[in-house]
């Protein structure tokens, strides 16, 4: 296990190095230049002046007029000292921006896969202890369609039906304005929505995970053996199956971190969620670019590690990985 | 990773792999559906020009936002536009991207995956490192950026999407090769002085086909969902040109959403129908070529 | 259907004639505007309080600038809608019409100043502040904080998003060139009275351009930047995020990416607010259009204007619409297409059938309008014999892109920042009937200024132009070398001589009549040479709750006075 341990961690540096590699190359590729992300368009707002001289020092101040290479050395130096740059639009240093929004995309994600997981494995059990009656067709169905929706149309109709027409749920924000901000209440009530549209694809897949496994833990030697010594089917289930089967299902949860992340660009817009894909959306749309490759480092560096997590789970769980 | 144990020393009578793969995905009956309705869905896309009652980028400021009647059947959008032809265009367009995006990125995940499988030693090791870095990041970020990036258009996505959505089956590919690259046959390959090419074409691939063709389908829902997310954000198909996930984009708002039905029902039933089929069909593939879950969810 | 108060009943000109001033008088005319500032009307005030009018108003903007900060970085909407209420100006710009003429109807507003004295005419004013007026945080606004402010506001270290309103002040160019200890132009007298001096006679540079631009200044506190380096004055916090202005609401809090929250100011030189809040929400167009109807937000703009007259059609909400000056064009970029560029807008403005496509898509907010200088009273607004009329003709755009030699499978890339919408999508059909190709390209937001205004990166752009009503102003469009660098919106680099020569020559006529017709032959010279298809007049549109009091109809925008935020309120539900 020792063993497993330090060589999987022993990539951990050579994956940083190479997320950093492929994070500064991408955006090296943006063609334009961003120093006019500084003045705003639109004909209604007047414009700015860009003043020649303005634009050079400018330039040299964001260090944008040295070779490739040289601004990766630099950047990467800055890095490590913790330094990802400061935000184009607001010169504010980048590292505090992310680091507020990271709470907000953890709390949701972190709700979203719970839910999604409750969800999911109940249905899943209850799929493949009554496989192949109306009830499995039906929910199996249901999940099928889940998955097959774009997850903003999802949204967008929950927050039609639950917020405009119900009125049970905020439509978007974190908290309701002018009230106390925080981790308290009104905050959960405000998770309702963007938490569940998050979830709904995830439940589809935890479900069909739930029930391929609790299937495959229902007809193994070992429950045989719980059922010919008298127990009781529901004990069975309980004891042996839940146990068994939930397992390996725990370990995906860091799996569908990536697909999450992703998704919350579009679900943390629709919703005013002030989390990560709020910021990199909001981000990507202004051209912001040290902001934007502050998300995208940060958003790989958190999926580096939930893969970690789940890489060492699963060999808790299951021995036979240690030696491969 | 298992090996497929019956695909050498078994005793059943003369049948290839694919051909056992093949009858016993005929007998799953909602894969057979789900293929005969992409089969559909295809021959639409193909004969859109024909199919569709009106040019779909035909504007008829007239004709706005109507439920369907007698002359636009499916009704018309904002502009006028005829949803049923936008709907069958939509279908030649959304299908292009996720078939175009597949095969690109099936073609990488093939040769770096048996690369990397077949060769091992220090080019697995960077090859493989390669690919955890890129699956570190999120698919839909990376397409997000680098379409911001390059510019939205049919052509980028599809590109863009291919390029980077290739790790989950190269690393199926890989080890699937490194699990019979040890097996007695290729070994009696390479000893009668088969080349390594011929190896690797004609009894690796074969056997990998599998699970590739699971995620295939996996790939190909992602690639049409991810094509009306980018819509949704603006950075998909350029407009006016139809696809899925722009028509129900365009449907975003609540006044749409509560007195025009139409708008979104049509193509957010077609995405479903297609996504639904085509994960039909990988099911149906999943069970025929015996794969298991976590690989291909992978 | 509800009837929307302004502009569908309005005919167009006559809305513009009552809306604007005479231009050529106001050029010439003595101008001395002294008026008190509007106050309110005492009833309506008792009859707000009476009813229990009060409350938090909660409005929606789209998302906003993460940084707040009045002398620059701070552009756009969604920062109009937090600052104004926190600040005041000196007098309030036109919010259209012809600038400060001395018609009592549509004059200035004054509002921090309390008398405007022209004392060089249409070049050196002495301004008279009021005395009674404090900061938020309790100290006197004087004559220094204006003397800061328009410092600031041209300094070159400060990097300011506004300055090119003020640069015709005598020194301000230098200083936003170069830098300096003072503004020449800008001079305190006394604690309470200031001395505006302009390079050049400019009737309307008082108040910036009278357009837009006169909008978006604020007067700014000097001790809000108190031993603060120059280049750090657009960051510097406190006041980048909670700044101190004199207005009726002060600044509570800023939740970056969710709303902003204002508190009455109690002591408001014109009065207490009615509310007690003014909450700005921040939020997608979907979400806006939700919380509207949800009834979470009590005013916002419309994510469409099918949205705008949907949503204006439920019972608890109302659509709103007025004119503005504001005249869509599709520019054809004449850098890129050369001798095609004047053959294919000629060819627009016959494959378009602008009539039709507005009555079909805008709900009477948008008016079709093809002369440049409608927008202005008298003899100058009618247009001049010999201006050709465009009627949607198909073919006949067809026969001018061939007799031109059009190669017909050319794509123009028709560049936009936000997604096209029905308009948009509508004249692109068109122009395909008539054989002219066209293809979106979506620039995100922030790359306006490089790819447009800069590097004019386009085939067709469909912008507003010639919305000022300054003469001078509206030249920067098309004179030769007025590119984005010198202030100018010319973005293509058009160069005409002959077209440069009778406008200068117009603008420096001293006889009025024939400065008149000097103008109005300037479109005739354009109609056969400048690249542009002029289509239509954009109105503004907005939706409010029937709760919410004080904004519409109190708010006359047509008369040019600023939202009055402290009469806003809402009623209980």
């Given at each position: 296990m020792q063993q497993y341990l330090l060589r999987r961690l022993s990539l951990i540096p050579i994956l940083l190095l190479g997320i950093t590699l492929m994070t500064f190359f991408m955006f090296n590729l943006a063609p334009g230049d961003p120093v006019t992300a500084l003045i705003k368009p639109g004909v209604l707002d007047?414009?700015?002046?860009?003043?020649?001289?303005?634009?050079?020092?400018?330039?040299?101040?964001?260090?944008?007029?040295?070779?490739?290479?040289?601004?990766?050395?630099?950047?990467?130096?800055?890095?490590?000292?913790?330094?990802?740059?400061?935000?184009?639009?607001?010169?504010?240093?980048?590292?505090?921006?992310?680091?507020?929004?990271?709470?907000?995309?953890?709390?949701?994600?972190?709700?979203?896969?719970?839910?999604?997981?409750?969800?999911?494995?109940?249905?899943?059990?209850?799929?493949?202890?009554?496989?192949?009656?109306?009830?499995?067709?039906?929910?199996?169905?249901?999940?099928?369609?889940?998955?097959?929706?774009?997850?903003?149309f999802i949204a967008l109709i929950a927050m039609y039906v639950f917020a405009v027409k119900l009125n049970w749920l905020p439509i978007a924000g974190m908290w309701t304005p002018g009230r106390p901000i925080g981790f308290n209440l009104d905050l959960l009530h405000h998770m309702v929505l963007p938490a569940?549209?998050?979830?709904?694809?995830?439940?589809?897949?935890?479900?069909?995970?739930?029930?391929?496994s609790t299937l495959d833990a229902l007809s193994a030697d070992f429950v045989v053996t719980a059922r010919a010594k008298g127990l009781r089917e529901r004990l069975v289930v309980m004891r042996h199956v839940l146990r068994n089967a939930l397992l390996p299902i725990v370990t995906l949860m860091g799996l569908s971190l990536p697909g999450l992340l992703g998704g919350s660009f579009i679900i943390e817009t629709i919703f005013s969620w002030n989390g990560l894909g709020l910021l990199g959306y909001r981000a990507l749309m202004s051209r912001d670019y040290p902001l934007l490759m502050g998300v995208a480092l940060m958003v790989a560096t958190l999926i580096l590690l939930a893969n970690l997590i789940t890489d060492i789970a699963y060999a808790f769980v299951d021995p036979r990985v240690r030696y491969e | 990773m298992q090996a497929p144990a019956e695909v050498f020393g078994s005793a059943s009578p003369p049948d290839s792999p694919l051909g056992r793969a093949a009858r016993r995905f005929l007998r799953h009956r909602l894969a057979l559906v789900g293929a005969v309705m992409v089969i559909f869905l295809l021959i639409v896309a193909a004969l859109a020009h024909v199919l569709a009652p009106y040019d779909p980028l035909d504007v008829n400021t007239g004709r706005r936002m109507l439920p369907p009647d007698g002359q636009n059947l499916l009704g018309t959008d904002q502009v006028g536009r005829d949803v049923l032809s936008r709907l069958i265009y939509g279908t030649r367009v959304s299908m292009s991207v996720g078939i175009v995006a597949v095969s690109i990125q099936l073609t990488i995940a093939f040769i770096l995956g048996s690369l990397s499988g077949y060769l091992g030693g220090k080019p697995d090791m960077v090859i493989m490192r390669f690919t955890d870095v890129v699956m570190t990041f999120p698919t839909f970020v990376l397409v997000l950026i680098l379409v911001s990036i390059v510019g939205p258009s049919m052509y980028n996505v599809m590109l863009v999407f291919g390029l980077f959505a290739w790790p989950g089956p190269a690393r199926l590919v890989r080890g699937q090769v490194l699990s019979l690259r040890e097996q007695d046959f290729i070994l009696a390959a390479r000893v009668v002085g088969v080349g390594d090419w011929d190896v690797l074409r004609r009894h690796l691939l074969p056997n990998v086909l599998g699970p590739v063709s699971v995620a295939a389908t996996l790939g190909m829902a992602e690639a049409i969902l991810t094509e009306a997310g980018l819509s949704f954000l603006g950075l998909?198909?350029?407009?006016?040109?139809?696809t899925w996930?722009?028509?129900?984009?365009?449907?975003?708002?609540?006044?749409?959403?509560?007195?025009?039905?139409?708008?979104?029902?049509?193509?957010?039933?077609?995405?479903?129908?297609?996504?639904?089929?085509?994960?039909?069909?990988?099911?149906?593939?999943?069970?025929?070529?015996?794969?298991?879950?976590?690989q291909a969810l992978e | 259907m509800k009837a929307y108060l302004n502009g569908h009943n309005i005919p167009r000109r006559t809305f513009l004639k009552m809306s604007a001033g005479a231009l050529a008088s106001s050029a010439l005319a003595a101008c001395v505007p002294t008026a008190a500032p509007a106050e309110p009307a005492a009833e309506e005030m008792g009859d707000d309080a009476a009813s229990g009018c009060g409350g938090e108003v909660v409005v929606a903007t789209a998302w906003e600038n993460p940084l707040f900060n009045p002398l620059c970085k701070s552009a756009g909407t969604p920062a109009r809608h937090v600052f104004e209420p926190i600040f005041n100006r000196l007098f309030e710009a036109m919010d259209w019409g012809p600038g400060p003429d001395c018609d009592g109807e549509v004059g200035l507003t004054l509002s921090l100043a309390e008398k405007v004295e022209e004392v060089e005419k249409n070049r050196v004013w002495m301004v008279d502040l009021r005395q009674d007026v404090n900061w938020h945080d309790g100290r006197p606004f004087t004559a220094d904080d204006v003397v800061w402010t328009y410092y600031a506001m041209l300094h070159r270290d400060v990097a300011p998003t506004y300055a090119n309103q003020f640069l015709m002040i005598k020194g301000g160019k230098q200083l936003f060139s170069e830098g300096g200890d003072s503004l020449e132009g800008v001079q305190k007298i006394d604690q309470y009275t200031v001395r505006i001096e302009f390079e050049e006679p400019d009737p309307l540079g008082i108040v910036g351009s009278p357009v837009s631009f006169g909008r978006y200044w604020y007067v700014t506190p000097k001790h809000g930047w108190e031993g603060v380096p120059l280049e750090k004055v657009g960051t510097h916090e406190p006041m980048a995020m909670s700044p101190i202005g004199t207005g009726p609401f002060k600044m509570?809090?800023?939740?970056?990416?969710?709303?902003?929250?204002?508190?009455?100011?109690?002591?408001?030189?014109?009065?207490?607010?009615?509310?007690?809040?003014?909450?700005?929400?921040?939020?997608?167009?979907?979400?806006?259009?939700?919380?509207?109807?949800?009834?979470?937000?009590?005013?916002?703009?419309?994510?469409?204007l099918d949205a705008w007259d949907r949503l204006g059609r439920l019972p608890h909400l109302t659509a709103y619409t007025r004119p503005t000056t504001l005249l869509f064009a599709l520019d054809v970029n004449d850098t890129r297409l050369g001798d095609m560029a004047h053959p294919v807008a000629e060819a627009i403005r016959y494959a378009?059938?602008?009539?039709?496509?507005?009555?079909?898509?805008?709900?009477?907010?948008?008016?079709?309008?093809?002369?440049?200088?409608?927008?202005?009273?008298?003899?100058?607004?009618?247009?001049?014999?010999?201006?050709?009329?465009?009627?949607?003709n198909t073919e006949k755009a067809r026969e001018v892109l061939e007799n031109a030699g059009w190669d017909f499978d050319t794509e123009l890339e028709w560049v936009y920042w936000r997604p096209p919408n029905s308009l948009d999508l509508s004249i692109q059909a068109q122009l395909l009937d008539a054989g002219l190709k066209t293809k979106f390209k979506i620039i995100d937001v922030a790359s306006w200024t490089d790819e447009l205004a800069i590097s004019a990166n386009y085939d067709l752009l469909f912008e507003a132009w010639f919305y000022s009503t300054d003469m001078q102003e509206m030249f920067t469009h098309v004179g030769c070398g007025w590119n984005f660098n010198s202030a100018g919106r010319n973005f293509d680099g058009y160069c005409n001589s002959e077209l440069d020569d009778a406008w200068q020559a117009a603008l420096a006529e001293q006889d009025p009549e024939a400065q008149i017709e000097m103008y109005r032959n300037l479109a005739l010279i354009m109609q056969d040479k400048w690249p542009w298809a002029p289509l239509h007049r954009r109105g503004m549109t907005t939706m409010v709750n029937n709760r919410l009091q004080g904004v519409w109809p109190h708010n006359d925008y047509q008369r040019n006075v600023r939202v009055p935020f402290e009469r806003m309120c809402v009623t209980p539900a």
């Open positions: 007047g414009f700015g002046q860009g003043d020649g001289a303005n634009l050079e020092a400018l330039r040299a101040r964001y260090g944008l007029d040295k070779p490739v290479i040289v601004r990766y050395l630099v950047w990467l130096r800055e890095l490590l000292k913790g330094n990802l740059g400061y935000s184009y639009n607001t010169d504010q240093p980048v590292l505090e921006t992310i680091a507020e929004a990271i709470p907000a995309t953890l709390l949701l994600q972190a709700t979203s896969i719970g839910l999604a997981l409750i969800m999911g494995v109940i249905l899943g059990v209850i799929t493949a202890i009554k496989q192949y009656s109306r009830l499995d067709h039906f929910l199996t169905f249901l999940a099928l369609f889940g998955i097959s929706l774009p997850n903003f569940t549209a998050g979830a709904i694809i995830y439940v589809a897949s935890y479900m069909r995970y739930a029930r391929a | 998909g198909v350029r407009p006016p040109t139809p996930g722009s028509m129900i984009g365009d449907a975003r708002f609540t006044y749409v959403l509560a007195d025009m039905p139409w708008l979104w029902l049509v193509p957010g039933v077609a995405i479903s129908f297609a996504v639904i089929c085509i994960n039909f069909i990988g099911d149906g593939l999943r069970d025929a070529f015996d794969v298991r879950g976590r | 509570g809090q800023i939740v970056p990416r969710q709303y902003s929250e204002l508190v009455a100011n109690e002591d408001y030189f014109l009065g207490k607010p009615l509310a007690d809040k003014y909450i700005t929400r921040f939020l997608g167009p979907e979400a806006r259009d939700a919380a509207l109807e949800s009834g979470e937000v009590v005013q916002t703009g419309a994510s469409s378009v059938d602008i009539e039709t496509i507005l009555r079909d898509t805008s709900y009477g907010t948008n008016t079709p309008s093809s002369y440049i200088f409608e927008h202005l009273l008298g003899p100058i607004g009618e247009a001049p014999d010999g201006l050709r009329r465009y009627d949607y």
